[in-house]
């Protein structure tokens, strides 16, 4: 394979709106919300080559779902990269400082024992 193919999900565009809402609106800082994002965006794109190079992430259920991690200007980047199509989907981007693992709960409602 040459090249994956990068497809950043809804998940993942809407975390990149947020994070431009909050630059542009809360920071009252729009120039530097669209380079900030274009930034991000140019970082994802290296993934085209070689995605795993990052590890995947230590916790479950994540990583035997092969969901792994890029840092990218205090934010983490979670991914899965699918070998057989040639495609990298961009799950989600969350600020570093959050509580990660409680984040990404919330988006993925994994069924516990009881249910």
């Not at 800082?29 to 230590?58: C, F, G, M, Q, W």
């Not at 990218?72 to 570093?96: P, R, S």
Request: a negative charge; glycine letters at 2%.
């Amino acid at each position: 394979m040459d090249e994956f193919s990068i497809i950043i999900t809804p998940d993942a565009e809407k975390d990149l709106n947020e994070l431009d809402d909050y630059i542009t609106f809360t920071l009252k800082a729009p120039d530097v919300a669209v380079s900030y994002i274009k930034e991000i965006k140019e970082k994802l794109l290296t993934l085209r080559n070689n995605p795993k190079r990052y590890h995947l992430v230590d916790d479950e259920p994540w990583h035997t779902r092969g969901v792994r991690r890029m840092n990218i200007k205090g934010h983490a980047a979670f991914y899965n990269v699918l070998d057989k199509y040639g495609e990298v989907y961009i799950q989600n981007i969350i600020y570093q400082k959050r509580d990660i693992n409680r984040v990404l709960m919330e988006f993925y409602r994994f069924p516990t024992e009881n249910q």
